[in-house]
């Protein structure tokens, strides 16, 4: 129960002082969260309440099945873009079939983590690496941000690239609408000089650095507060875009609409929604428990996912996943437990219930603004830079994720960015590092010829294998060994190094027999050197072993000292090797 539970672990020890923190911690979350579920809502093509709904079900669900201990589940920028990018071609923004076509979206996803969870397949989002992501999260947070620039004109743009975006914008730029402008750049600005400078202003006039960045947390909450005063204030509601009636009340629970045809056209981007969302939140939350010495349970983050997200389909939600942001302003402001997520939820339930009513006359330009703010810390260029330096690569695949999602949306880039992923994986393991080795002088050791200064014997040809043997490079290996064969007619031994084989598969077992065959047919005799036990065990049920040509040598000391004495016992002494080298 514990495994599948872990509140009845953290739970156990629980205690007062933990309550202060998680409360403390709670508030100012709750502050942080009210205007990002709204504008998250938004984003997504959803009424603003449907924000407030999926910030309530999925923290007290996470709770529950959590393990990590300062994850802010909730709407986030990203999976709102997908959500949109998913939904709008299946039905008109605003209606009906638009909203259960997120809501069944978002319990799709949480099915398939929640299957993935049981499952024991947390592996599996590995195959994403960290480069593609961060490509795809750049990418996503310049399409987010190009999105919102028509909100602060007032102008009613859309478009799921960035050229459509921008050629939409630059053709309807002329009837922008000076008023909305008016409000939205200075919050802009507000909300940009609050983020930057507000913290190190208050720090400097004598504020605690706690207390500073609370106050810095709630700017947009200020952004919010004064823009929707002086649009009541000023009767701006007919003039600018504003949010509108948001209905009032905690949310009735729903079953998705369970239409085979619907469920068939958004399976794919459920998926990719859960496996984006998932590697963000499993980041974020091994981030975070690194720095307090904590675990997860990467699985079970699986299944609380899983369950958030159908507890969010359920309360008429859409897709949530843990947010970077938020979960730092948690982490930062003390939060322990879980716990402090529930009493999040609760004070979003109390926000439900009582604050709607006030949101009539927010202007929908605020909520651009707080999210082109938020969405802006996402993009990370330098990380261009960082990863073309160690590998080129990795570089392209980056590259290329971003360049295919502001191209061809969401969906296409990230689909193209786990291709790349997958296919970088197969072709760096299809051509593993083969290095031929000597002796360096004086000692038992074997090191790269083409780096060191090293010994090699007349006639041996010691090949160590940097990767373990299966079908993608089985073939590659054997094509080194007999163009090795070619060059060296004087051939008599070959020593594989398996040191870092840590598997042989069916299909390399036949390639390795199939080579013992050949070098035997040429009058050479091939070894084994440095074997794992498990490969080991592994050869020993097959009759490789009684068919090779020749021996499994424990170490490559072993082999050379059986193949090689007069080289390798000179090579004890260094100025001895000196001098079997030069008469070689």
Same mark, same amino acid.
């Given at each position: ?10 739970? %156990? ?65 990203? /999976? ?39 499952? %024991? ?98 700017? #947009? ?11 009541? $204030? ?12 948001? #209905? ?31 590697? @963000? ?17 990467? =699985? ?8 958030? &997200? ?28 879980? /716990? ?16 709607? #009513? ?21 993009? =990370? ?10 590998? %080129? ?48 002088? $004086?000692?038992?050791?074997?090191? &790269?010829?083409?780096?060191? &200064? ?20 089985? %073939? ?36 390795? @027999? ?19 036990? #498990?490969?080991? =065990? ?39 090797? @000196? ?6």
């Amino acid at each position: 129960m514990q495994r599948y539970f872990p509140i009845l672990d953290w739970g %156990r020890t629980y205690r007062r002082a933990t309550l202060g923190n998680d409360l403390l911690a709670a508030l100012i979350v709750t502050i942080m969260l009210i205007p990002q579920s709204l504008a998250y809502a938004l984003l997504a093509g959803l009424p603003a309440q449907v924000g407030l709904y999926a910030s309530i079900a999925p923290l007290l669900l996470y709770t529950v099945f959590g393990t990590a201990r300062a994850l802010a589940v909730g709407p986030v920028a990203v /999976a709102s873009l997908m959500t949109a990018a998913a939904v709008a071609p299946l039905a008109a923004e605003g209606s009906a079939a638009y909203l259960g076509a997120a809501v069944a979206l978002a319990f799709l996803s949480g099915l398939l983590l929640l299957a993935m969870g049981l499952l %024991r397949l947390g592996f599996m989002a590995n195959f994403i690496s960290h480069p593609v992501i961060s490509g795809f999260i750049t990418a996503s947070g310049l399409l987010i941000a190009a999105g919102q620039i028509p909100q602060l004109a007032g102008l009613s743009v859309r478009g799921e690239t960035l050229p459509d975006l921008v050629i939409a914008i630059t053709e309807k730029l002329p009837q922008a609408s000076l008023i909305t402008l008016l409000i939205g750049l200075p919050v802009l600005a507000f909300l940009f000089w609050t983020r930057s400078r507000l913290k190190g202003t208050l720090m400097r006039l004598g504020q605690s650095a706690k207390l500073a960045g609370v106050m810095t947390r709630a700017a #947009p909450v200020v952004a919010v507060a004064a823009t929707t005063l002086a649009s009541w $204030g000023f009767g701006l509601s007919g003039r600018v875009p504003v949010v509108g009636e948001i #209905p009032g009340g905690l949310p009735v629970p729903v079953l998705p609409p369970f239409d085979l045809a619907l469920w068939k056209q958004i399976l794919v981007p459920a998926a990719l929604i859960s496996l984006v969302g998932y590697v @963000e939140t499993i980041s974020v939350a091994q981030t975070l428990a690194a720095k307090r010495r904590q675990r997860i349970d990467p =699985d079970q983050e699986l299944v609380a996912l899983g369950v958030a &997200n159908i507890g969010s389909a359920v309360s008429g939600g859409f897709p949530v996943t843990g947010g970077f942001a938020r979960s730092v302003v948690n982490f930062d402001a003390g939060a322990e437990t879980p /716990a402090a997520g529930a009493f999040t939820a609760i004070g979003m339930a109390l926000a439900t219930l009582f604050l709607t #009513p006030l949101l009539f006359h927010l202007p929908k330009a605020t909520l651009a603004a707080t999210i082109i703010v938020a969405v802006l810390s996402l993009v =990370d260029f330098g990380a261009l830079r960082r990863t073309l330096a160690y590998s %080129r690569s990795d570089f392209a695949a980056m590259l290329a994720t971003i360049l295919v999602t502001l191209v061809a949306g969401v969906e296409a880039g990230i689909s193209a960015g786990v291709a790349l992923s997958i296919g970088l994986h197969l072709w760096r393991s299809s051509r593993p590092h083969v290095a031929v080795v000597g002796q360096v002088p $004086g000692t038992e050791h074997f090191r &790269n010829v083409a780096r060191h &200064n090293v010994v090699t014997a007349p006639g041996i040809l010691s090949i160590r294998i940097d990767e373990s043997l299966y079908f993608p490079n089985a %073939r590659f290996l054997e094509d080194r060994l007999l163009e090795a064969l070619a060059e060296q007619p004087g051939l008599r031994h070959v020593v594989l190094i398996c040191a870092a084989v840590n598997v042989i598969d069916s299909s390399a077992l036949e390639t390795l @027999e199939d080579m013992n065959a050949r070098l035997k047919d040429g009058g050479v005799s091939l070894h084994l050197s440095e074997v794992k036990g #498990p490969v080991m =065990d592994k050869l020993a049920r097959s009759p490789f072993l009684h068919e090779l040509t020749g021996q499994v040598f424990l170490t490559q000391y072993d082999a050379m000292i059986a193949l090689a004495p007069e080289v390798t016992q000179t090579c004890h002494d260094a100025a001895r090797c @000196e001098t079997a080298r030069a008469a070689r």
